[in-house]
């Protein structure tokens, strides 16, 4: 019965008697807007920027063609198939070789596409952008119980050391990346979505999840509090990991619908957060990354 006890208050996040309405997050929320902004505004000059690049690639090369076709031998004569004797030798011709790639980079995630130093940015931008939101109650838990005159260093301490898990993480991603890159995208999306719906119902899942939720005791001052902030961030920060890694994999091989599942997953994870029954959150989560793999899987196979 204490264990029970223990482990009910454990679960959840109460600040100390006389600190109830005191911001302690300072400035976590701006940081998470600002974040989403600049992602939607790279993803969208990111789309437009390649699709003209497509099409300014597409015309040059149907140009270059047309101009090959008027010097093509036979052509002008061409009274029936024996003027086709003409197009082996056609200037223009090779210049199609490059449509198909033109096509296929349509395909790409656009996260994998930019790069070394700007993928990991990029996915840096995400964690703040998706990851921060679930954690502004640990943050709360980090300033409420660090002393008055270090509480700002406590909550960056807790932030940094949290985000870099993370990167860690992403790195680790888009190093395993060329394993799918020659894959079709739907059916590599639609395989992550799976795998996202079967880790949201198992036993792991859901006690990395009651980690997530499960504050720490943390030292009020000198190299000790720092030293605890850092021991609370870096565990709640693996539990985050143990328990979302699969929808961030889904991240790593969107492509055209990247946007689409960046607001879908922080939606499931920020409820699985602040839901009273974590359980039912990452239920009702399951589902619905389910039926975005039946979609996807649909597409795949339509195309």
Sequence with gaps: MAQLAARAVALRWRPPAGLGG?????????????????????????????????A???????????????????????????????????AGMSGM???????AAGHGSMLLGAGAAGAI???ALMVVAMMLP??????????????????????ATFVAAYVSIWVAFGVLVLLVAPLWSSIDRAAVLALALALAAGWQLTAYKQRALRDCHRPKPLPPRG????????????????????????????????????????IAITGIMTTEKFAQKPR???????????????????????R
């Design 22 to 54: 005191r911001r302690t997050t300072f400035g976590i929320e701006p940081a998470i807007v600002v974040a989403w902004v600049v992602l939607i505004a790279m993803l969208g000059s990111g789309t437009m920027d390649h699709r003209r690049a497509a």
């Design 223 to 262: 190299r000790r509090a720092t030293v605890g902030v850092m021991r609370f961030a870096s565990c709640n920060g693996f539990a985050c990991v143990r328990s979302c890694w699969a929808m961030m994999l889904v991240m790593g091989v969107a492509s055209s619908a990247m946007m689409f599942w960046m």
């Design 134 to 155: 679930g954690t502004l109650p640990a943050v709360r838990h980090v300033g409420v119980n660090s002393l008055r005159w270090r509480r700002r260093r406590a909550v």
């Design 56 to 90: 300014r690639t597409l015309s040059g090369r149907v140009a270059s063609t047309t101009s090959g076709m008027s010097g093509m031998p036979g052509m002008s004569g061409m009274s029936g198939k024996s003027g086709m004797s003409g197009m082996s030798g056609m």
């Design 280 to 302: 039912h959150a990452a239920r009702t989560g399951a589902a619905l990354l389910a039926a975005g793999a039946i979609a996807a899987g649909a597409g795949a196979f339509i």
């Design 97 to 103: 070789a490059g449509m198909t790639m033109v096509g």
């Design 121 to 123: 940015a990029m996915w």
